[in-house]
């Protein structure tokens, strides 16, 4: 089901109050929205916005309506996978049906993360698990969620080959001298043996002659060594080795490296990561972090600089890793990379954890700065008095306004809007240029005291 077609699902309400927008990346904007072709217009008390169709999420009058859509899309989906479960594993429709019913209770899924950093009062976080879990039948049920089903009423049939009769026979194989049968060269076959000599110049010596030229067949046997190995020589030949390796590959024998202390292969497994450069080196970062969060600026200066990097899938994983565990240390460090990585869609939950996490919250919304304004003003507005409290205090922070009415600050935005998007924007492509450096002193600020930050 696409896109559009959600999107003009939940457009239902065609009135002219007030409805609310919520995007793609977590941006919630509540104002007169019309649809303009490919975009929808949005006119909120802080000005105009223009917000393409493709980056909006979900729109909507009530939340109730979202509510609504989304248990009628997983009741649908429910409903197919029932319905395929009567099927035989050969008729097409069968998986026809539970990818359709992937596709509906996925849809569903999006619809409740959208709303769950607003609207926590409706539970979604347990809806969300419920649907995973479905998901997680259907695709093991499913025979694959690429190939679609062949057509109805197409019958696949059998192409019978007429029996062949193969009389060959191969000539003998003629002695070849020249030919290397041992898969390492000559002589290279006990350099695997002194892998695990007890002597460090026999292990170097055996994996400097593995390494060079690359004998990639035993790299599995260097890595494995690299666990255990403690010579700092032997450790930075293999290392020096991964180069000839592809990054992937590597990482899935490291992950005893989320337990080591080693700064050196600590420090390898982090540049073998960000240097795959795809889903399986940020995947293997996100489960490190969450398994052994860091513990000291250095460390959490590596971790955000790497979340920088894969800013695409760390922005909703992070989200979903402070939602989902509930250890106050792992959040703690959740919110602090937060703020460290400086992407504005971590703003309204940043908000939400104001009164859990005050300190670790505030110093986060303040390294977002200028960008995340709106979502201090919708802060400020807050029924709880302390979340209201804050964000009022950040907002003259952020502006450098001494004003306590929040038509001041939505005035400061409608006329600063655009150079502030554009300094984001320049902040983010300098990043880029620069290998998304961050330093130590960066997470310095969640040391100073809360009221240190606010005055």
């Not at 992937?248 to 080693?262: M, N």
């Not at 504005?344 to 919250?361: E, H, I, S, T």
């Not at 802060?379 to 205090?393: E, H, L, M």
Request: hydrophobic content about 40%.
């Amino acid at each position: 089901m696409t896109r559009s077609f959600l999107i003009a699902l939940l457009l239902i309400f065609q009135g002219t109050g007030d409805r609310t927008l919520i995007t793609r990346s977590g941006e919630r904007l509540r104002g007169r929205i019309s649809r303009l072709g490919d975009s929808f217009q949005v006119e909120t008390s802080l000005g105009s916005r223009t917000i393409p169709a493709s980056e909006v999420g979900c729109v909507f009058g009530d939340v109730s309506e979202v509510v609504l859509q989304a248990d009628e899309r997983f009741g649908e989906a429910k409903k197919l996978y029932e319905q395929a479960g009567k099927l035989d594993a050969a008729n097409p429709a069968r998986n026809e049906k539970l990818l359709t019913a992937i596709d509906l209770a996925q849809g569903a899924s999006t619809l409740r993360r959208l709303l769950e950093p607003f609207y926590p009062e409706g539970d979604h976080g347990r809806h969300l698990q419920i649907i995973q879990q479905f998901l997680r039948l259907c695709r093991s049920t499913a025979t694959s969620e690429r190939a679609g089903a062949s057509p109805a009423g197409t019958r696949i049939r059998a192409v019978s080959l007429a029996e062949a009769s193969f009389a060959f026979e191969p000539p003998a194989e003629e002695e070849a001298s020249w030919l290397v049968k041992d898969d390492l060269g000559p002589g290279l076959g006990s350099c695997v043996q002194d892998l695990s000599n007890p002597d460090p110049a026999r292990r170097l010596e055996a994996v400097n002659r593995l390494t060079h030229p690359p004998a990639l067949s035993r790299f599995p046997a260097l890595f494995r060594l690299l666990e255990s190995e403690r010579d700092p020589a032997v450790v930075k030949a293999i290392v020096a080795a991964a180069e000839y390796q592809e990054g992937g590959s590597v990482l899935k024998s490291l992950g005893w490296v989320r337990r080591e202390a080693d700064p050196a292969k600590r420090t390898f497994a982090f540049a073998l990561a960000r240097s795959a450069g795809d889903r399986e080196g940020f995947d293997f970062l996100i489960d490190w972090f969450a398994e052994s969060p860091p513990t000291d600026h250095p460390e959490r200066a590596a971790f955000a600089a790497a979340f920088r990097q894969y800013r695409a899938f760390a922005v909703p994983q992070l989200k979903e890793l402070l939602t989902r565990h509930r250890q106050p240390k792992l959040q703690i460090e959740i919110l602090r990379q937060m703020g460290v990585i400086g992407d504005k869609a971590f703003g309204p939950m940043l908000v939400k954890a104001l009164p859990a996490y005050p300190r670790d919250a505030v110093a986060s919304l303040l390294k977002i700065g200028k960008p995340g304004l709106p979502t201090l003003v919708e802060g400020a507005r807050s029924n709880d008095p302390d979340t209201r409290r804050i964000c009022n205090a950040l907002c003259r922070k952020v502006t450098g306004l001494a004003r306590i009415n929040l038509d001041a600050f939505e005035k400061w935005w409608s006329e600063n809007r655009k150079s502030v998007l554009e300094e984001e924007k320049a902040w983010w492509d300098d990043q880029a240029r620069t290998g998304f450096p961050v330093r130590d002193l960066d997470f310095a600020t969640y040391d100073v005291p809360l009221e240190s930050l606010l005055y």
